[in-house]
Nanobody, 122 residues
Framework: VQLQASGGGLVQAGGSLRLSCAASGRTFGNYNMAWFRQAPGKEREFVTAISWSGDSTYYTDSVKGRFTISRDNAKNTVYLLMNSLKPEDTAVYYC????????????????WGQGTQVTVSS
């Protein structure tokens, strides 16, 4: 699976962005997907994940109620809608895919996109 993330940009605090992650390959629907982020000088951290069917989603506490992950298996795409953005959300956002795991451990994800920059100004 090859992943291509897009949709990042510069936005003011309180604004919104929608990230997309397009996947190649016909087996996209078999993979659990996630978004991670990495801010300058910090380790990569888990943001959210969604099961292969879309029935189960998981969020880190700092984004609950503000971010929504979704997927369209017919379009081989996973989305991250980010509302009420804060300066501390500034980071490079990466999408990732894995088989038979949905969780926060980045090492369990086998495929990664190239990242898209999100910058939130105060």
């Amino acid at each position: 699976v090859q992943l291509q993330a897009s949709g990042g940009g510069l936005v003011q605090a309180g604004g919104s962005l929608r990230l997309s992650c397009a996947a190649s390959g016909r087996t996209f629907g078999n993979y659990n997907m996630a978004w991670f982020r990495q801010a300058p000088g910090k380790e990569r951290e888990f943001v959210t994940a969604i099961s292969w069917s879309g029935d189960s989603t998981y969020y880190t506490d700092s984004v609950k109620g503000r971010f929504t992950i979704s997927r369209d298996n017919a379009k081989n795409t996973v989305y991250l809608l980010m509302n009420s953005l804060k300066p501390e959300d500034t980071a490079v956002y990466y999408c990732a895919a894995t088989w038979r795991y949905t969780g926060i451990d980045a090492q369990r994800y086998n495929y990664w996109g190239q990242g898209t920059q999100v910058t939130v100004s105060s």
